[in-house]
């Protein structure tokens, strides 16, 4: 669902509210910098590498022995042994031959060709269906009626060059989960739709009660767009695909280069997935025979007004024969018109209807027991549904996940035996909003909350830098693994060609963090793909990773994202889908084999403690707004009575910001602190002395519960389906997480007395986990538990 190689950042769930170092897409957005940049960075590693102090071979890993390291070793030797990139070849050849859309005949077709994959591997595997809403539509129309007359298109031709994109049973152009609507109105252009950027036209006195609004991708996620037009009154949403952001402004068009090409256009969901993803008719359960379904009419995910992406070959009449201002120069992006506000002259007529209907979304799920603690379960899913063809979104992640699967089979040829459950799921109906993920979470939520120990995400792939998010709790792990994989193009540990990134590309902390910090912060995780489930609605530590950042283009969501273009542009000889493979592969096993699950809290409480400074500081921040806002207004209200000729009526003045208490929370964190530091002491004394197999089921017991101590039954204000209270996607960010999700929002709607309750609930869930860290010291090493700890 999200981009992982497009300059866009609406649809990556790294984005964040605050910039976010961990992502490397800003260091190439400048087609002028990426030059020196290229050289920076390789200055920067030169740097880096012959100061590595010991090699990774020789240092222990977390949660082993001595003996199990050294054992562990051996195995993921023989496992990059068995990647064939031959495979992932041949699966994308097949799996991106054709359109297969959620409910399509071809995606049936996949399923079965994957459960019996993994069942000649060795896998017990099945195919699990949920029933899910999904529509179509039958009628798209989108004309502009004044002053002019004009009829877009709506339609991506097929190219002589690539006969990938003459393929039948495409779906149209259009953003699932629209309302239908028949609407005329005249157009006003918002820039991205986002709330700021209501708050610059409402300051020219432009209002969109009644209109139809046109903005284009970036800025947020798509479903904001329309979300917030409709709660400032407008009709009708319009989304265009922008030259600026992945067209000719940044290079060569497709077919000749990999941009957008004027008539490509960007597909995707619009359900207000920050209130809950899944099937929108059955919200908290599974989408199974006997569940009970919303009406249509109450689902609360579903727009509320028409909206429709659109291409640049179709926006252009449009943007051309606007009035009115214009429109701020960072609102402007690259075609050949001046960018005007409106409203009018321009006035448009769109006309959408939908088949609403019931479809099949098949998952495939293959287990592999476990041999001495099989009610521990690693899971590792990707999608594999598509928009079109999908060979890099998600076909480029679901070919790694086979071939890391294959070969993980493969070591059992030998005798070997996971110690712990693993799981392999192939989610259907990702793209429209995790519908397969999502469901299947709520239908197995009693057994999940039981024994999901780990979930580890990826999407698409391509070559570049890792991209890496997740629960914090999972940190140190995750840095041990990256140290240990190397980057097909540099020879150096992917690890540390991301730290050369952020000392080149990153802000002054971030910079300074990565030089001095021995570990790699994980990015928080939003939204956007199929982790949400396990990590926000049911508190399993989760992970998030894959390649990109080089493999650049337009494709993203259109009838262009071909094998052709896949193996042309993103991942030429298969080379990053190897290494991912290897690095998931690392992961699975690890988590799989250890004596000890791979939990580590000091990143936790490090991080934790970050997030706590951000909203403290936030309030001094809105406090200074608030004062700027009644400053200027009381400005403006004298000039209007100075000059009783011009019709002043202020707007309302922002009420004082109160003082927040946060000691509690604070008293809270360093509790927190302090138990997390004690469980390390406790789990590095366990490399000189193995754990008995009583103790190490009682210790994971323990460790799968810290993640559940962070949620909150009634789950977030407003939207109870999100029950984390450290990570989850913003009401107005989309896939862009919110950190202290139920404290921060509040603060930023100023909503105080909410505020200071979430607060109080936050301080109490961060004592709970400080408590269930310490039952889990307790049984690693009980002399470090003592009576001071709680």
């Known amino acids: 669902m999200f981009s992982r190689n497009t300059r866009r950042c609406e649809d990556c769930p790294y984005n964040t509210e605050r ?148 393929q039948a049973g495409q779906l149209p152009v259009y953003n699932a989960y629209s309302a239908d609507g028949d609407v005329t109105g005249e157009l006003v252009y918002v820039n991205f739709g986002v709330p700021k950027d209501y708050e610059e036209l409402e300051k020219r006195g432009i209002d969109v009660k009644g209109k139809v609004v046109i903005a284009r991708y970036g800025g947020s996620w798509r479903g904001i767009k329309p979300k917030v037009a409709a709660e400032r009154g407008a009709i009708g949403c319009i989304i265009y695909s922008d030259p600026k952001e992945d067209g000719y402004f940044q290079g060569e068009t497709y077919p000749k280069g990999p941009w957008r090409n004027e008539y490509g256009a960007q597909r995707g969901s619009v359900a207000d997935m920050p209130t809950h993803p899944g099937d929108p008719l059955t919200p908290g359960s599974g989408s199974v025979p006997g569940t009970k379904r919303l009406a249509r009419k109450d689902a609360a995910t579903i727009v509320k007004i028409p909206v429709l992406p659109i291409s640049y070959a179709d926006a252009l009449p449009l943007l051309k024969a606007m009035g009115g201002p214009l429109a701020p120069p960072e609102w402007r992006g690259a075609l050949p018109v001046p960018y005007r506000l409106g409203a009018g002259p321009a006035k448009v007529r769109l006309k959408l209807a939908f088949d609403w209907q019931q479809v099949p979304a098949y998952n495939v799920i ?169 990590l926000q609605h049911l508190g399993i530590a989760s992970l998030n990773l894959g390649y990109g950042g080089e493999g650049r283009g337009g494709s993203y969501h259109s009838s262009y994202d071909s094998v052709a273009y896949f193996e ?78 011009q019709p002043y009526v202020p707007p309302k003045a922002d009420a004082p910001v109160p003082a927040m208490d946060f000691a509690a929370l604070k008293t809270a964190a360093a509790a927190l602190r302090a138990s997390s530091e004690r469980y390390r002491t406790a789990l590095d004394s366990l490399a000189a002395r193995p754990l008995p197999p009583a103790a190490q089921k009682e210790a994971g017991a323990a460790l799968i519960a810290t993640e559940r101590t962070m949620l909150r039954v009634e789950g977030l204000p407003r939207r109870p389906w999100f029950r984390h209270q450290i990570y989850a996607p913003g009401l107005y960010t989309g896939y862009g997480v919110k950190t202290l999700p139920g404290v921060r929002e509040a603060m930023e709607e100023r909503q105080w007395s909410e505020a200071h309750e979430q607060s109080a609930i936050l301080a109490a869930i961060l004592e709970r986990v400080a408590g269930q860290i310490d039952k889990a010291t307790g049984i690693l090493r009980p002399s470090q538990t003592t009576s001071a700890a709680r």
């Open 568 to 645: 042309r542009f993103i991942d030429p000889g298969y080379r990053y889908g190897t290494t991912l493979a290897q690095t998931t592969g690392r992961l699975v096993l690890r988590a799989a084999n250890a004596e000890v699950l791979p939990f580590d809290f000091v990143a936790f409480a490090d991080t934790l403690e970050k997030y706590l400074k951000e909203v403290t500081a936030l309030e001094g921040e809105l406090r200074e707004a608030s004062l700027e806002k009644n400053r200027q207004i009381e400005e403006k209200t004298l000039e209007a009575a100075y000059d009783p000729t």
């Open 19 to 166: 910039p976010v170092s961990t992502c490397l897409l800003p260091l190439f957005e400048d087609s002028m910098l990426r030059r020196s940049l290229v050289l920076s960075l390789s200055l920067v590693v030169s740097l880096i590498v012959p100061f590595t102090p010991i090699s990774a071979q020789t240092q222990p890993m977390l949660g082993f022995d001595a003996a199990g390291t050294e054992r562990e070793r051996k195995l993921e030797a023989q496992f990059d042994s068995l990647i064939d990139k031959n495979n992932l070849q041949n699966w994308t050849r097949r799996l991106a031959a054709r359109p297969h859309h959620v409910g399509s005949p071809v995606q049936k077709e996949h399923a079965e060709f994957l459960v019996a994959q993994y069942r000649s591997w060795g896998y017990q595997a099945e195919i699990e269906r949920f029933d899910v809403l999904f529509p179509v539509p039958v009628t798209r129309s989108l004309e502009l009626v004044a002053p002019m007359k004009f009829k877009a298109k709506l339609a991506e031709p097929p190219l002589k060059e690539d006969a990938g994109t003459a």
């Open 366 to 534: 293959a287990r592999l027991p476990g041999a001495e603690l099989p009610d521990e379960w690693i899971i590792r899913g990707n999608h594999y549904d598509a928009w079109v063809l999908g060979a890099h979104d998600p076909i480029s992640g679901t070919v790694a996940l086979m071939e890391e699967a294959r070969a993980i089979a493969a070591l059992t040829k030998s005798g070997w035996k996971p110690k712990r459950t693993i799981v392999y799921a192939h989610w259907d109906g990702e793209e429209p909003g995790l519908l397969g993920s999502t469901e299947w979470v709520e239908t197995h939520a009693d057994e999940l909350r039981k024994k999901a120990a780990i979930y580890i995400n990826t999407d698409s792939n391509g070559r570049g830098f890792l991209e890496m998010g997740g629960s914090h709790t999972l940190e140190r792990y995750f840095n041990e693994v990256t140290r240990d994989v190397i980057d097909p193009q540099k020879q150096i540990p992917v690890k540390e060609r991301v730290r050369a990134g952020r000392i080149v590309g990153g802000s002054g902390e971030a910079r300074r963090e990565a030089r001095e910090r021995p570990d790699l912060r994980l990015a928080a995780l939003g939204s956007g793909s199929d982790f949400t489930p396990f």
